[in-house]
């Protein structure tokens, strides 16, 4: 699902933006494009992401939607404004732990393995930059996150 309004207030450009199902089955992202600036509520964060209550495969192509817009700066749900960059970053992060617990459950890994190794594995490219805040912290929610992609990716549930 995909749709798109757009306001004008005050001689302002607003659109809003929904691209599909994300950290919710309701991201919003608000979008004012001669500033040149996103909102994206907690479906991009300047932490770990909680994908406790999120569609990890659905974020990933919702955030691949929302970089088709011509924005320079993002207002997170949590964190400092970034730059577009940091998007390919925390899409990458879902990318990569989405992958990783699909090869590890064909090998048939426990998750408590899985957990161990991928944090391992993704940590070198990932924790320092999911790392910043004293919450969120990569440590503190990889293991959760991997464990929601193998319930709600491989498992399905």
């Known amino acids: ?3 798109t309004t757009t306001l004008q207030e005050g001689g ?13 089955d309701g991201d919003l992202f608000i979008y004012l494009p001669k500033e ?20 990890p495969e659905d974020w990933v192509q919702t955030l691949s939607a929302l970089e088709n817009l ?16 940091n998007l390919a970053f925390f899409r990458g992060y879902m990318t990569d732990l989405i992958a990783a ?3 590890a459950a ?14 391992d ?9 999911m790392s910043k805040y004293p919450i969120g912290q990569y440590r503190d929610r990889v293991g959760v996150n991997v ?11």
């Open 101 to 103: 617990v699909r090869k």
């Open 36 to 55: 040149k600036i996103v909102a994206t509520g907690d479906a991009l964060i300047d932490w770990m992401p909680f994908m406790n209550d999120g569609y």
């Open 70 to 85: 011509d924005f320079a700066q993002i207002i997170p749900g949590h964190g400092t404004v970034l730059p577009k960059s």
């Open 12 to 24: 302002r450009e607003i659109q809003l933006h929904v691209f599909g199902r994300g950290h919710t």
């Open 121 to 129: 594995d993704l940590a070198p490219k990932y924790e320092k930059g």
């Open 147 to 157: 464990e929601m992609v193998l319930k709600k990716v491989v498992k399905k549930a």
């Open 1 to 3: 699902m995909s749709s």
């Open 106 to 119: 064909g090998e048939g890994a426990s998750l408590q393995e899985m957990q161990k190794k991928i944090s």
